[in-house]
């Protein structure tokens, strides 16, 4: 299976067992899925969209919402919902780039809790970047590091 | 935001005015023959950012820049060439050790990144006649679209746009390429064609 690229600050969801993949520094890539077929992965940039509604896949609050809505569209499980996170690095250590990988997972954990769905497993934070490889029927995510499998959630 | 035409020619105009400066500082500092291949100009979707860079393994060089204008600047060596730049600055002083890099080597592509950076930015302020001073470099061994995220997101929480200077370096005898992204802040950019 042919993974689907999802970009940065953009979501996909799928009901047709699908391989998406992104790559992430300081973004958070957010996988969740229902284990009974359908699964969407966000690749979020910021944690707060400060009332815009435009962009929905670019902030935490926002991404996480609209995936579920959609998921409910496709009849997923709602009440059955799990995630799995990976990213928020701080890949320079500049103070302008001060932890915005810790606030976007800080937030997405936040949000997931608020909308009652289990953080099953992460691989975040640290000082490097992770491409994500999230199987949306079974829920599994690989986290690799140029090509080499570092984590398997 | 509007932008005439005229103010894109003189963006262009920047843009080679600092890669000209590249192109010469580099030859010297390396003994080899450089030249800039590509400096162009690209409005961009930040999201679209990542893609164009792609997965493949890089040392990146990173920092920013304060003044007229700022933002932030990037080269990325692929790890390739960045090998071959260590074996030039560093023979005779470190035995070539393989796949991996010292903390030499990253300090030698550091410098290199260094002065690619000056370089660019000092054509800018000499072509604007303004101060912009520049952060100590950072650099980072890792997937070039990982790299390029923390300046996309830095940019991403006042805009979904940014001018993408987008240069390329190669060696003409060497097998040494790298690219160099330069994103100014949207005002501050303004302001300063606003001044040729």
């Not at chain 1, 509604?53 to 995936?67: N, R, S």
């Not at chain 1, 409910?72 to 690095?89: H, P, Q, V, Y």
């Not at chain 2, 005015?17 to 800039?36: H, K, P, R, T």
């Not at chain 2, 997101?153 to 001018?163: H, S, T």
């Amino acid at each position: 299976m042919t993974p689907v690229r999802v970009k940065m600050a953009e979501y996909i969801v799928s009901n047709s067992d699908s391989i998406l993949k992104t790559t992430v520094g300081s973004c958070v890539a957010i996988g969740i899925y229902d284990g009974n077929g359908i699964g969407g992965l966000a690749h979020i940039m910021l944690p707060e969209c400060n009332g815009r509604t435009d962009l929905v896949g670019k902030f935490a609050d926002t991404a996480i919402p609209a995936m579920v809505r959609e998921m409910e569209k496709m009849n997923a499980d709602i009440s059955r919902l799990r995630a799995k996170i990976a990213g928020g690095a701080q890949m320079f250590t500049l103070p302008s780039s001060l932890a915005i990988g810790e606030r976007n997972i800080e937030k997405v954990k936040k949000i997931l809790r608020k909308f009652g769905i289990k953080l099953i497993a992460e691989d975040t934070g640290k000082n490097h970047g992770r491409t994500v490889e999230f199987h949306t029927s079974s829920g599994r995510m690989v986290v690799k590091r140029s090509e080499k499998i570092i984590a398997e959630l | 935001m509007r932008i005439d035409l005229n103010k894109l020619m003189k963006l262009n105009k920047m843009a080679k005015e600092g890669a000209q400066n590249v192109a010469y500082n580099l030859s010297q500092m390396l003994g080899i023959d450089v030249e800039m291949k590509v400096a162009k100009i690209e409005f961009v979707d930040l999201s679209d950012v990542p893609d164009v860079i792609g997965d493949r393994e890089v040392i990146g060089v990173y920092l920013t820049f304060q003044g007229l204008p700022s933002g932030f600047l990037v080269v990325l060596f692929p790890t390739k060439s960045a090998k071959k730049i260590t074996n030039l600055l560093l023979q005779g002083i470190e035995e070539s050790n393989g796949d991996g890099f010292s903390e030499m080597d990253l300090s030698a592509i550091s410098e290199v990144g260094n002065i690619i950076t000056s370089s660019f930015i000092d054509g800018w302020a000499n072509l604007l006649n303004s101060e912009i001073n520049i952060s100590t470099p950072q650099t980072v061994h890792d997937m070039g679209s990982a790299v390029i995220d923390p300046i996309l997101i830095q940019i991403a929480q006042q805009y979904d746009n940014a001018f993408l200077f987008n240069s390329y370096i190669k060696a003409k005898n060497e097998d040494i390429n790298c690219e160099l992204l330069v994103i100014p802040e949207l005002e501050k950019l303004m302001e300063a064609i606003d001044r040729l």
